[in-house]
């Protein structure tokens, strides 16, 4: 069946170091993936998407690779900082169902 | 600011009351979104309208009726509600439900506790 899972809940990082968040998939048919961010308070924010002819994609301190191979998604975030710190949650788009599917997300907490 | 809206951000509800969630998006999409999003869960899709036409019913309890009178505009009618439907209720919007690979954008949710 459809999975979208998070390998870890919490991830603790120190303010300057760079942060990898990873994501499992189950659907092989999935062709679009989002990350997003959610702050206390705030609803989901989203920050970079890749598409499935991709393997790699950058925009401004993150980056997120894809590996079909092994359906896996990750998003790195470089030189972490305080505002970095919240829930951050993978989602997967098939192409034959237009409706995007949320992992339980994971727990960024950056400390100085 | 993502573009949408969502009042109240707080609520608090008898189980005999009847509330209303209303959502507003200024991006000039067309589809509209209803997400349940509870602890420890995954967010769960509840309802999704595309050109103000509803296209999905995610199995919702009839005690909640979404109405959209407009591309820009959604509510969420709550009748009767549950103890455990207390949560986070999102409201999010795309360009069009039928291009998969459209973002969608999110309010802020309004959270509701159930008594």
């Known amino acids: 069946g459809e999975n979208v899972g998070l390998h870890l809940p919490t991830l603790s990082v120190q303010e300057g170091d760079n942060s990898i968040i990873n994501c499992a998939y189950s659907?092989?048919?999935?062709?679009?993936f989002i990350w997003y961010k959610q702050e206390s308070g705030k609803g989901p924010q989203f920050i970079i998407d890749?598409?499935?002819?991709?393997d790699k994609r950058q925009g401004q301190r993150v980056t997120v690779l894809l590996n079909k191979t092994v359906k896996h998604l990750s998003l790195q975030i470089a030189a972490t900082q305080p505002g970095d710190s919240a829930v951050y949650f993978c989602a997967e788009n098939a192409y034959n169902t237009d409706k995007l599917i949320f992992g339980t997300g994971t727990r960024l907490q950056v400390f100085p | 600011e993502t573009g949408v809206t969502q009042t109240p951000r707080h609520l608090v509800m008898g189980m005999t009351n009847k509330k209303s969630l209303k959502c507003e998006q200024h991006?000039?999409?067309?589809?509209m979104y209803w997400y349940k999003q509870s602890a420890k869960k995954p967010l769960e899709l509840m309802f999704v309208?595309?050109?103000?036409?509803?296209?999905e019913n995610n199995s919702v309890p009839s005690r909640f009726s979404p109405e959209c009178p407009n591309s820009s505009h959604l509510f969420l009618h709550l009748h009767t509600l549950q103890p455990e439907d207390s949560a986070l209720y999102l409201c999010?919007?795309?360009?069009?439900?039928?291009?998969?690979?459209?973002?969608?954008?999110f309010g802020p949710g309004t959270r509701l506790t159930v008594l």
């Open positions: 659907n092989s048919a999935s062709d679009y």
């Open positions: 309208y595309n050109f103000k036409e509803q296209t």
């Open positions: 999010a919007s795309s360009q069009d439900e039928d291009h998969s690979t459209d973002t969608q954008y």
């Open positions: 991006l000039g999409h067309n589809a």
């Open positions: 890749i598409r499935s002819n991709m």
